[in-house]
């Protein structure tokens, strides 16, 4: 990807979000921040800005630039990556504000009809599970029906988010068993990619940040303090 982007031909926005995308995966956020500066619509800027951002508990900022990136997919008359910022958007809602969630999940859902995008459905009904973590204890069984289904597809991102999801329904319902049970299978499982999974993880239930190679834009702490996931 490096060589493509170097090269700056047609494929150089594509590869440099490549780029940016495993810079995420491996936790190194100031990488992948720098790229996007790089990208533009061809590279979708912002749907590369927002995935930096959610993760370090800026919900609002994070919504706003996935509206922002679904527009410019409209202007452009691109139906997939509408559909997958919208469903990024649901996503991110649904960890603060799931009454807000609950259009903007209505509205992915009718994004979706057209396109066949099987990670962002996934990523959809991830978003409903986070919506009602608060308020169904039908959840957990919603999960593992959903896990079952990720597992099928054989989709690694999907599932890391879903033990997130679990995560954030144990704290947000004050299960310290519960929670102390998803921290360790966070750090069993996202040794590499999504290693700051169990960073957030830890954040949400006030307990010691594993040892992992995180690099955040900002200190640790101000994202620790943030009402993120």
Same mark, same amino acid.
């Given at each position: 990807?490096?060589?493509?982007?170097?090269?700056?031909?047609?494929?150089?926005?594509?590869?440099?979000?490549?780029?940016?995308?495993?810079?995420?995966?491996?936790?190194?956020?100031? &990488?992948?921040?720098?790229?996007?500066?790089?990208?533009?619509?061809?590279?979708?800027?912002?749907?590369?800005?927002?995935?930096?951002?959610?993760?370090?508990?800026?919900?609002?900022?994070?919504?706003?630039?996935?509206?922002?990136?679904?527009?410019?997919?409209?202007?452009?008359?691109?139906? @997939?990556?509408?559909?997958?910022?919208?469903?990024?958007?649901?996503?991110?809602?649904?960890?603060?504000?799931?009454?807000?969630?609950?259009?903007?999940?209505?509205?992915?859902?009718?994004?979706?009809?057209?396109?066949?995008?099987?990670?962002?459905?996934? &990523?959809?009904?991830?978003?409903?599970?986070?919506?009602? &973590?608060?308020?169904?204890?039908?959840?957990?069984?919603?999960?593992?029906?959903?896990?079952?289904?990720?597992?099928?597809?054989?989709?690694?991102?999907?599932?890391?988010?879903?033990?997130?999801?679990?995560?954030?329904?144990?704290?947000?319902?004050?299960?310290?068993? @519960?929670?102390?049970?998803?921290?360790?299978?966070?750090?069993?499982?996202?040794? @590499?990619?999504?290693?700051?999974?169990?960073?957030? &993880?830890?954040?949400?239930?006030?307990?010691?940040?594993?040892?992992?190679?995180?690099?955040?834009?900002?200190?640790?702490?101000?994202?620790?303090?943030?009402? @993120?996931?």
């Amino acid at each position: 990807m490096q060589y493509v982007a170097d090269g700056g031909g047609r494929l150089a926005p594509a590869a440099r979000r490549g780029l940016a995308h495993l810079a995420c995966l491996g936790g190194d956020f100031p &990488t992948a921040h720098a790229v996007v500066l790089t990208l533009g619509w061809p590279g979708r800027h912002h749907r590369v800005d927002d995935d930096i951002w959610w993760p370090h508990g800026d919900m609002h900022r994070a919504a706003t630039s996935y509206e922002a990136a679904r527009t410019e997919a409209e202007q452009h008359g691109v139906a @997939g990556e509408r559909a997958t910022s919208q469903a990024q958007r649901a996503l991110a809602l649904a960890f603060t504000d799931p009454h807000l969630a609950d259009d903007e999940l209505d509205l992915a859902e009718q994004l979706l009809a057209g396109p066949d995008l099987r990670a962002t459905t996934l &990523t959809v009904k991830i978003a409903a599970l986070i919506r009602d &973590t608060s308020t169904d204890s039908g959840v957990p069984g919603r999960a593992d029906v959903l896990r079952a289904e990720i597992r099928t597809a054989g989709l690694q991102a999907p599932e890391a988010l879903l033990d997130l999801t679990f995560a954030f329904h144990h704290a947000a319902r004050g299960d310290a068993p @519960g929670s102390a049970a998803a921290v360790g299978l966070l750090e069993q499982r996202t040794g @590499g990619d999504y290693a700051y999974y169990a960073d957030i &993880t830890a954040f949400m239930n006030r307990r010691p940040t594993p040892s992992t190679t995180v690099c955040w834009i900002e200190e640790e702490e101000s994202v620790r303090r943030r009402p @993120g996931p």
